[in-house]
């Protein structure tokens, strides 16, 4: 059974900083494509930052130079630091798995983020 669960989520300031953790279970973690997409009220979920298995790292324009995404393969973890968090960084974040070139895509149930003016 796949499992992918965030944690760290919560209430913060703007300009604070929080970090995301999806801990997997029941996937090949290190074979898997990681991401972190986010979704706002009345938005769409749209892509945060995403690592591959070679750690091949890209942002979305919106975080880059705020957010870092990493995983740790022994783990079978990946993260998301957020800095310098603004109001409309609020959102529920998710973490997503996927299998290169496959189809095969795993979601967690999603953590929430809120960021105070």
């Known amino acids: 059974q796949v499992q992918l669960v965030e944690s760290g989520g919560g209430l913060v300031q703007a300009g604070g900083s929080l970090r995301l953790s999806c801990a997997t279970s029941g996937i090949t973690f290190g074979i898997y494509s990681m991401g972190w997409y986010r979704q706002a009220p009345g938005d769409e979920r749209e892509l945060v930052a995403t690592i591959s298995s070679r750690a091949s790292i890209s942002y979305a324009d919106s975080v880059k130079g705020r957010f870092t995404i990493s995983r740790d393969n022994a783990k079978n973890t990946v993260y998301l630091e957020m800095n310098s968090l603004k109001p409309e960084d609020t959102a529920v974040y998710y973490c997503?798995?996927?299998?290169?070139?496959?189809?095969?895509?795993?979601w967690g149930q999603g953590t929430q983020v809120t960021v105070s003016s």
């Open positions: 997503r798995a996927q299998l290169y070139g496959t189809s095969r895509v795993y």
